[in-house]
């Protein structure tokens, strides 16, 4: 593989009198005589830099009036040497800069998607990442990157140790980008662990690859290989890399191919690992063998914290494995089912299943798909009883009277607003007092028990569901201070 960023050379960095002097190791590239010749893949990008460059700073200003950047006081935003250093790869790789990556190159967060930036413009940001100590979370999806822009960006996540999230996702790298992702991932020398790969075109090769060097990387803890084409064969080797990994702990496998064999596979991996919180397999097609297979899973696994098996053609056969599970489960927090083909008796199965489980965690099923009826919410109301965290999304209550429905939806800030009114208090102190810390924000599952056992305002299920809509802060977490944006 070419080396596309020597350690030799230095990083220019601006002094405060405009001039260019050596900063720590990196890359520069030189300012070449006459037009740079076009440039292959297989071709060694070599930046160089002299110790003491002078830099004119109107000679600047004509290279910036010549493309479509309209950048006033670009060292309010970041060194003249950086932004030299990307102007100057631009030119080399002969591609118009970005004006956007020129203008945030001091921020944390660069969303780069749908860019157009090709191989030779992802080239040129590469090299300008390399001495970047500002970004931390890149996105890249949907620029054509090819094998030559994935390469670079590789080379310079070996030399920038601030880069933790990149998302290369729907760039159709194939077999190729996961040879050159694989090779990457077994050195462990980068400090990424959120990598996006999402909507690649990788099929079973592909995931032999990645999964093979994933089995011993410990460095990536989030990994979305969702709309993919892996197969049952590609489940296989999921399985076995999940047996190995102990790094991952976030995995979203949604919108493959995976059936019967592969979803028994890679389930025979879950078993034994430790270390994975968060799976999403929905859009995929398990059936009720792949559900026999996660009731399983999770019998005997300790980690899983929120699970997803959306839309996998499970029905209450399957419906009732997973249950048997949830009987001895202390982990799961979130269970996803919704657009699976069950009845109302698949849904009580799950929620009976949790009653004869006091050590659940539970916080949320979601079969909101389900029409349930009344006797369904007698006995989730018993249910609750013994796990007040709990909530179950279902589609409707058959037979529903609207005098009912009414009193369900009953606004539930107003009767708070009127509980604090009557004691003299804020409504923010009512919400405190429910947290033991008595801070500005509280787990959801700590929330939604502390509301349904409090006995200052009574309400129910529904009615803390539409609170917790209004103080979610999309982090698992309730936040009181959104109390100011909340409408009545």
């Given at each position: 593989?070419?080396?596309?960023?020597?350690?030799?050379?230095?990083?220019?960095?601006?002094?405060?009198?405009?001039?260019?002097?050596?900063?720590?190791?990196?890359?520069?590239?030189?300012?070449?005589?006459?037009?740079?010749?076009?440039?292959?893949?297989?071709?060694?990008?070599?930046?160089?830099?002299?110790?003491?460059?002078?830099?004119?700073?109107?000679?600047?200003?004509?290279?910036?009036?010549?493309?479509?950047?309209?950048?006033?006081?670009?060292?309010?935003?970041?060194?003249?040497?950086?932004?030299?250093?990307?102007?100057?790869?631009?030119?080399?790789?002969?591609?118009?800069?970005?004006?956007?990556?020129?203008?945030?190159?001091?921020?944390?967060?660069?969303?780069?998607?749908?860019?157009?930036?090709?191989?030779?413009?992802?080239?040129?940001?590469?090299?300008?990442?390399?001495?970047?100590?500002?970004?931390?979370?890149?996105?890249?999806?949907?620029?054509?990157?090819?094998?030559?822009?994935?390469?670079?960006?590789?080379?310079?996540?070996?030399?920038?140790?601030?880069?933790?999230?990149?998302?290369?996702?729907?760039n159709d790298l194939g077999l190729k980008g996961a040879r050159i992702i694989s090779e990457f991932l077994q050195r462990n020398i980068s400090s990424l662990w959120n990598l996006q790969l999402s909507g690649n075109n990788f099929r079973d090769e592909s995931a032999e690859l990645l999964c093979q060097a994933l089995s011993a990387n410990y460095q990536i803890k989030t990994l979305d290989l969702s709309h993919n084409q892996?197969?049952?064969?590609?489940?296989?080797?999921?399985?076995?890399?999940?047996?190995?990994?102990?790094?991952?702990?976030?995995?979203?496998?949604?919108?493959?191919?995976?059936?019967?064999?592969?979803?028994?596979?890679?389930?025979?991996?879950?078993?034994?690992?430790?270390?994975?919180?968060?799976?999403?397999?929905?859009?995929?097609?398990?059936?009720?063998?792949?559900?026999?297979?996660?009731?399983?899973?999770?019998?005997?696994?300790?980690?899983?914290?929120?699970?997803?098996?959306?839309?996998?053609?499970?029905?209450?056969?399957?419906?009732?494995?997973?249950?048997?599970?949830?009987?001895?489960?202390?982990?799961?927090?979130?269970?996803?089912?919704?657009?699976?083909?069950?009845?109302?008796?698949?849904?009580?199965?799950?929620?009976?299943?949790?009653?004869?489980?006091?050590?659940?965690?539970?916080?949320?099923?979601?079969?909101?798909?389900?029409?349930?009826?009344?006797?369904?919410?007698?006995?989730?109301?018993?249910?609750?009883?013994?796990?007040?965290?709990?909530?179950?999304?279902?589609?409707?209550?058959?037979?529903?009277?609207?005098?009912?429905?009414?009193?369900?939806?009953?606004?539930?800030?107003?009767?708070?607003?009127?509980?604090?009114?009557?004691?003299?208090?804020?409504?923010?102190?009512?919400?405190?007092?429910?947290?033991?810390?008595?801070?500005?924000?509280?787990?959801?599952?700590?929330?939604?028990?502390?509301?349904?056992?409090?006995?200052?305002?009574?309400?129910?299920?529904?009615?803390?569901?539409?609170?917790?809509?209004?103080?979610d802060d999309k982090t698992g977490m309730v936040n009181f201070s959104l109390l100011n944006t909340a409408k009545p």
């Amino acid at each position: 593989m070419p080396v596309l960023f020597p350690p030799q050379p230095t990083v220019p960095r601006a002094c405060w009198d405009g001039k260019i002097t050596p900063g720590p190791p990196g890359i520069y590239p030189y300012e070449p005589e006459t037009e740079p010749a076009p440039q292959n893949s297989d071709e060694t990008l070599y930046c160089e830099a002299e110790a003491s460059v002078g830099v004119d700073k109107d000679k600047a200003a004509r290279e910036s009036s010549e493309t479509d950047l309209e950048i006033e006081d670009t060292e309010k935003f970041f060194t003249t040497g950086q932004r030299e250093l990307y102007l100057e790869a631009c030119k080399l790789m002969g591609v118009v800069p970005v004006s956007y990556f020129l203008r945030n190159m001091e921020e944390s967060y660069m969303n780069l998607n749908h860019h157009g930036l090709g191989p030779n413009g992802t080239k040129a940001i590469a090299i300008a990442l390399v001495s970047n100590t500002s970004v931390v979370t890149l996105e890249l999806a949907d620029n054509g990157l090819m094998e030559e822009g994935l390469l670079s960006l590789v080379e310079m996540l070996q030399e920038n140790y601030y880069l933790q999230g990149m998302n290369v996702s729907d760039n159709d790298l194939g077999l190729k980008g996961a040879r050159i992702i694989s090779e990457f991932l077994q050195r462990n020398i980068s400090s990424l662990w959120n990598l996006q790969l999402s909507g690649n075109n990788f099929r079973d090769e592909s995931a032999e690859l990645l999964c093979q060097a994933l089995s011993a990387n410990y460095q990536i803890k989030t990994l979305d290989l969702s709309h993919n084409q892996f197969s049952d064969k590609g489940g296989e080797y999921v399985g076995q890399m999940l047996a190995l990994n102990i790094g991952l702990q976030s995995l979203d496998l949604s919108w493959n191919h995976f059936h019967v064999r592969g979803a028994v596979a890679l389930c025979n991996g879950l078993r034994v690992n430790t270390t994975l919180q968060k799976l999403d397999l929905s859009m995929n097609g398990f059936g009720n063998e792949g559900a026999t297979a996660l009731g399983e899973v999770l019998r005997l696994n300790n980690s899983l914290v929120y699970l997803d098996v959306s839309c996998n053609d499970i029905t209450n056969d399957g419906v009732s494995k997973i249950s048997k599970g949830l009987e001895v489960n202390e982990s799961l927090k979130v269970l996803k089912l919704f657009l699976n083909p069950m009845s109302m008796d698949g849904a009580v199965s799950l929620i009976l299943s949790l009653k004869r489980n006091p050590k659940s965690k539970m916080e949320e099923i979601d079969i909101a798909n389900v029409l349930v009826s009344e006797q369904f919410l007698k006995i989730l109301d018993g249910v609750c009883a013994i796990h007040p965290q709990l909530d179950v999304l279902y589609k409707s209550v058959q037979g529903f009277s609207a005098k009912k429905a009414l009193l369900q939806w009953t606004n539930p800030m107003k009767l708070i607003q009127s509980y604090a009114d009557q004691q003299k208090i804020t409504v923010l102190d009512f919400f405190k007092s429910l947290n033991p810390k008595g801070t500005m924000t509280m787990p959801v599952g700590d929330f939604r028990k502390a509301m349904i056992q409090q006995d200052k305002v009574p309400v129910n299920l529904h009615q803390v569901r539409e609170l917790i809509k209004k103080l979610d802060d999309k982090t698992g977490m309730v936040n009181f201070s959104l109390l100011n944006t909340a409408k009545p």
